[in-house]
């Protein structure tokens, strides 16, 4: 008995259906988590204007401006985060490092925002 | 004189269930000889008994066997109410929660190779669950996903098969040998 012969017999049309549902996802899933490509540039904004825009490449503390104080911006090893935010609730520092173009991290309260962008500009929610 | 003795009743059912705790123990036993590149990512053979009982006995004896061999194992690997224990726990609780659906599709159509992909994917995600929720609160461990869902597919697969195969010869012994 092949292998073949031996798959054929075991596997119900239903079991080939799963089999490939599942492969399908697995593949969607690892495209999706996979494919953010690493950001080389970030963007910050304070009061909707650009304040800054810095390569990655060199790790640096950035102090930003904002109606209710001065937010801190760390980067390092080509990531960046909001290190210290005036803001009561504290969304955008505890975001954490942000590593994959697209990503941002949104200070609100204090109109501060750090967005990365890779080579080419990605589609997102946020855009339109 | 002499000690009390407790004597406890067991049905002939609850010999079954040991028994086959005890074979899918032996499998959690082997399988963690086996070296793997990423913790987590392992076959889960014990599955494969919990599959053939889930078949032949039922819902209630699978779920049996395999809580049983989660508490076992963890006694055994002394990892008892350690995070492994706990990430045992889940993975089993989700993945019989998934069979408990799974086991009423249609025979016709799926056999205990969807039985096995379902529950592994379901076993991940429980752990997944546990890992994000309790010990590693991070987004991070995102990028591990695909690697455990590819490796709960291939193994959820390769289980089923080897499940699917011992019900087959189940009533007739060596069959291919025989002819």
Redesign the interface.
């Not at chain 1, 017999?9 to 079991?15: A, I």
């Not at chain 2, 016709?108 to 056999?111: H, I, V």
């Given at each position: 008995?092949s292998l073949y012969d031996?798959?054929r017999?075991?596997?119900?049309?239903?079991?080939w259906l799963?089999?490939l549902l599942?492969?399908f996802?697995?593949a969607l899933?690892?495209l999706r988590?996979?494919n953010g490509e690493l950001a080389d540039r970030a963007i910050i904004r304070s009061g909707g204007k650009v304040f800054r825009e810095v390569p990655l490449s060199r790790d640096q503390q950035i102090e930003v401006p904002g109606p209710l104080g001065t937010s801190i911006i760390t980067i390092e090893k080509r990531k960046a985060r909001i290190t210290s935010d005036p803001s009561p609730r504290q969304y955008c520092v505890r975001q954490?490092w942000l590593q994959q173009s697209g990503e941002i991290a949104i200070c609100l309260p204090n109109e501060v925002s750090v967005e990365l962008t890779g080579s080419t500009k990605k589609y997102d929610s946020l855009n339109y | 004189m002499t000690a009390s003795t407790i004597k406890l009743d067991t049905t002939a059912e609850d010999h079954h269930i040991a028994k086959m705790a005890a074979v899918a123990l032996g499998l959690t036993v082997l399988e963690n000889a086996i070296p793997s590149p990423l913790p987590g990512v392992k076959p889960g053979l014990a599955n494969i008994v919990t599959l053939i009982v889930l078949a032949r006995f039922g819902w209630r004896a699978a779920a049996w066997v395999s809580l049983l061999r989660v508490l076992a194992g963890s006694l055994l690997f002394g990892n008892f109410l350690a995070p492994g224990f706990f990430l045992s726990l889940s993975g089993a609780l989700c993945s019989l929660a998934v069979l408990a659906a799974s086991m009423h599709?249609?025979q016709?159509?799926?056999?205990p190779?969807?039985h096995s992909?379902?529950a592994a994917?379901a076993h991940i995600a429980g752990q997944m669950a546990v890992v994000y929720l309790w010990l590693i609160p991070?987004?991070g461990i995102?990028?591990l996903?695909?690697i455990f869902?590819?490796a709960a597919?291939v193994f959820?697969?390769v289980n089923?098969?080897v499940a699917?195969?011992f019900m087959?010869n189940g009533g007739k012994p060596e069959p291919?040998k025989q002819a």
């Open positions: 008995m031996s798959l017999t075991t596997l119900k049309p239903g079991d799963t089999l599942g492969t996802c697995v899933i690892t988590l996979w954490g | 599709l249609p016709r159509w799926f056999g190779v969807t992909i379902l994917f991070h987004s995102a990028y996903i695909p869902a590819t597919l959820g697969t089923g098969l699917a195969r087959d291919e």
